[in-house]
């Protein structure tokens, strides 16, 4: 035992010792320059190729083997639920690429965590209390169409904020490009100088507009666009306003003007149709907790006299 201990030792000792004199050699300090790297800066190297034209067949990866599965399981949720149409429209008034297929995809991967999440929570509750299995696969089943629906309804979601905050910007900029377009200022110019200081939503609808017609696209085709994307009513009108004005001559900074009061009004009459929802929203607690609990209060003291006095 004492002699396999020693060994033991030895060999530790020289390994240790070994890995520190690589340590030592491989040191910035003490590792010395070869041939190649001295004379490499003086030739001309030739230009690096883009990883675009790299083979990569060699390697796989898990992404590799589950893309086609995923894709797969997407074209079936597409066929399924269908509505390319609405998807795409949704993708684009929300801000996002029009990409319906990596949507499908995103839709199948929640439904995917919301499967798995919930068949772990199911089996535990089967291992604790014997559960029924096909009932907890029925509800396995449905937690997955949850999950798909649950990203879709995100989506909706995700568009219906944005539009709300591109109609909030928009009186600001209608009155902003009404001030550039007054003061002399074209109408290609007024939108460059406006989406350039602007920020939000609405001045990034009005740059990507913009950078079409940089690339060559018309003016008005490039507004026609950007309606088309945003799908508001009020926005329609200001791009039909700024086309009319275009095409036309007719003068741009009134028409402005009258769409960015148009705009405030039309807030102010959402905020009073939304006060009364609210108002109404809030009859539904008052109607069924607190009038049954103040009739209750009222009520039991009565009742507890009578039995008293019976």
Not at 114 to 141: E, K
Not at 262 to 271: G, H, M, N, T
Request: hydrophobic share 50%.
């Amino acid at each position: 035992m004492p002699v396999d201990l020693s060994w033991w030792g030895a060999l530790c000792g020289a390994g240790i010792v070994v890995g520190l004199l690589l340590v030592v050699a491989g040191a910035p300090l003490t590792r010395g320059i070869d041939l190649q790297r001295r004379i490499e800066p003086y030739l001309d190297q030739a230009p690096r190729r883009s990883r675009l034209l790299h083979d990569d067949a060699g390697g796989c990866s898990t992404n590799d083997l589950l893309a086609p599965l995923t894709r797969r399981a997407a074209a079936g949720v597409d066929r399924l639920l269908g509505g390319r149409e609405s998807v795409s429209q949704r993708l684009q008034r929300a801000g996002l690429a029009d990409d319906v297929e990596g949507f499908r995809v995103q839709q199948v991967l929640w439904g995917i965590a919301a499967g798995v999440l919930t068949a772990g929570l199911g089996s535990l509750l089967w291992w604790v209390r014997g559960a029924s299995l096909p009932a907890l696969l029925v509800v396995v089943a449905c937690a997955v169409l949850a999950g798909v629906m649950a990203r879709d309804g995100l989506l909706s979601i995700r568009a219906r904020q944005r539009e709300a905050r591109m109609m909030a910007e928009f009186p600001a900029m209608a009155e902003l490009l009404a001030l550039a377009v007054t003061a002399g200022e074209g109408t290609a110019q007024a939108l460059e100088r406006v989406g350039r200081l602007a920020t939000g939503d609405f001045s990034t609808e009005l740059e990507l507009a913009l950078a079409q017609t940089r690339t060559g696209t018309p003016l008005v085709e490039a507004l026609q666009g950007m309606s088309d994307r945003t799908g508001l009513p009020a926005l329609n009108r200001f791009v039909d306003g700024i086309v009319v004005a275009v095409q036309r001559g007719t003068p741009l900074g009134e028409i402005l003007r009258a769409q960015a009061q148009d705009a405030r009004e039309s807030a102010r009459q959402s905020l009073i149709e939304e006060g009364g929802k609210r108002e109404i929203a809030m009859m539904i607690p008052v109607v069924f907790l607190v009038l049954p609990v103040t009739v209750l209060f009222a009520v039991y003291p009565g009742l507890a006299l009578l039995r008293i006095s019976v």
